[in-house]
């Protein structure tokens, strides 16, 4: 019974029993046990990230009407294992000219930049992992190594297409960040918490039906962090190849190749922690910390199967576009979301429950409405206006 | 024992285990470099001239506006934070200040900055 609830602090107590039984002092067992812990969570999350692969492989088959790996294992399963191995005995080459210090590091920090979001991920009532108060800014913190990484990696590597694909991505995702950063807000107002433990313990209604529109908006800023289709400009294979990580071989570039599929869980992760409640399900997640582990882990696969959806239906889009997209479109509508929330948050303090989810529910339709009348009307006049210049040949 | 000691913790596992994994690679796999393997990719032809070309000013534009709004984007967390207890007068200055901001993407917007020439 209290293995089913609290299994960590059953593990934890066992083995500070062993520890202190040699004689070791209670400050350092706790440092080891918090380090042994945190090991395995990282070794099954690697695990994870291998079938991540063939998840991923899996699906965009299906979305392509083709099978996929199955010849190895039943449904393909041990493909990736085979994938790893081929990685770890292919040779691994450096270009000529490349920065060796930084081109060695990025894919280290570009594969940490993922693992340290993990650090506030609550799993579980019992297992909060570190329950910072300030979470939401580590989760930014977090994702600007990733930027890092990639500029890194594009740079050091000498080589154009690299660099051209690190300057795009590096645009994009410092772009996106805004009204991502602006989208967390949202959340932290509603709980009045930076923690994302707090965060999800406040969410006795999903935050998606008190504010769709930030969900969805976190969701685009959350795809263009990824720097996954349709906003795929730093690897966009038809023109620059593969991008920043074109020079990279071997276990380098799996290491690149993992750390996109596991950021990309991670995301849908963190978008249900924030929208959709997390490991929260109607009081189930009470019974056993691993029935709260399974239902996040639930709605993060879908929220992924969502970005996975979308990345291999929609065409990659310019990058002027893209960034116009951002600062002209998201950012203010973003910003006007956030003083709407902030607005209504405060005159309907007092109301009933019941008037309070649907006067910020209706808030956000209509807004979402407005915003994409205004952007339609915009984007014709913009279009009859090239129209009318440029005369194209009747066919 | 403070929470940012499992950060760090964090941070030190998450380097061991991709160093592991290119550590174990660069034991396992083989290594016979030559210069027509080490040379710079591009596309099926030899690379012409230097890597460090001149490149678009857009980006830095970009990136100077980004780094407006996000050291703004940041006052704003202890704000929201305590939203709830503050009242309307503070969601009234909330809003001017961040209309204070869009107005000076309004700003960059009318200079034609978010243009990409």
Not at chain 1, 231 to 242: K, T
Not at chain 1, 315 to 342: C, E, G, Q, S
Not at chain 2, 55 to 61: D, E, L, R, S, V
Request: charged share 15%; glycine share 8%.
């Amino acid at each position: 019974m209290d293995f089913l609830k609290d299994p960590l602090k059953v593990a934890a107590d066992w083995l500070l029993g062993i520890f202190a039984g040699w004689g070791m002092a209670e400050l350092w067992a706790d440092i080891l046990i918090a380090f042994l812990g945190i090991f395995v969570l990282i070794a099954l999350l690697m695990l994870l990230d291998i079938l991540l692969v063939w998840i991923e492989r899996k699906v965009v088959s299906r979305f392509q009407s083709r099978i996929g790996p199955n010849r190895l294992g039943p449904f393909g399963l041990i493909q990736p294992f085979a994938d790893i191995i081929k990685l770890l005995i292919k040779e691994d080459t450096t270009p000529e000219g490349a920065d060796r210090a930084l081109y060695n590091l990025a894919p280290i920090l570009s594969m940490m930049a993922v693992l340290i979001l993990w650090a506030v991920m609550p799993l579980a009532p019992t297992i909060l992992n570190v329950d910072l108060n300030v979470g939401v800014l580590y989760i930014i913190a977090a994702g600007a190594i990733g930027t890092l990484s990639i500029i890194m990696a594009g740079w050091s590597s000498n080589n154009k297409y690299s660099l051209i694909g690190a300057f795009r991505e590096a645009a994009v995702m410092l772009s996106f960040e805004i009204p991502m950063l602006t989208m967390m807000l949202i959340p932290t107002i509603f709980a009045g918490s930076m923690g994302v433990a707090a965060i999800t313990q406040a969410q006795d209604v999903w935050y998606f039906f008190l504010a769709p529109l930030a969900a969805v908006i976190f969701l685009v800023a959350a795809i263009a962090e990824l720097g996954r289709s349709p906003f795929d400009m730093g690897e966009a294979e038809s023109e620059l190849v593969s991008g920043y990580n074109i020079e990279y071989s071997g276990m380098k570039f799996g290491m690149f190749y993992a750390g996109e599929l596991l950021h990309a869980f991670t995301f849908g992760g963190f978008w249900a922690i924030l929208f959709f409640g997390g490991y929260r399900f109607f009081g189930l997640e009470q019974v056993s910390a691993f029935l709260a582990i399974a239902i996040l882990f639930f709605k993060a696969f879908i929220g992924y199967w969502i970005i996975m959806w979308i990345k291999y239906t929609l065409l990659r889009i310019r990058i002027d576009h893209m960034l116009a997209f951002n600062w002209k479109f998201l950012t203010p509508v973003a910003f006007t979301l956030l003083m709407t929330t902030a607005f209504m948050n405060a005159l309907l303090a007092d109301a009933p429950s019941w008037l309070y989810v649907g006067g910020m529910f209706l808030s956000n339709v209509l807004l979402a409405w407005a915003a994409l009348e205004t952007a339609r009307y915009y984007s014709r006049r913009e279009r009859e206006k090239v129209e009318g210049t440029q005369k194209v040949a009747p066919t | 024992m403070s929470a940012w000691v499992y950060v760090a913790l964090f941070l030190i596992v998450g380097l061991i285990i991709p160093i592991g994994a290119i550590g174990a690679a660069w034991v396992l796999g083989p290594r016979k470099p030559n210069p027509i393997k080490r040379d710079t990719y591009e596309c099926g032809i030899e690379t012409v001239g230097d890597t460090w070309v001149q490149f678009k000013a857009q980006y830095y534009i970009f990136a100077l506006v980004f780094l407006i709004f996000d050291v703004e984007t940041v006052f704003l967390f202890p704000w929201a934070v305590k939203l709830g207890q503050l009242g309307m007068f503070a969601v009234i200055e909330g809003i001017i200040f961040i209309l204070i901001l869009v107005v000076g993407l309004a700003y960059t917007w009318r200079k034609g900055m978010l243009e990409w020439v």
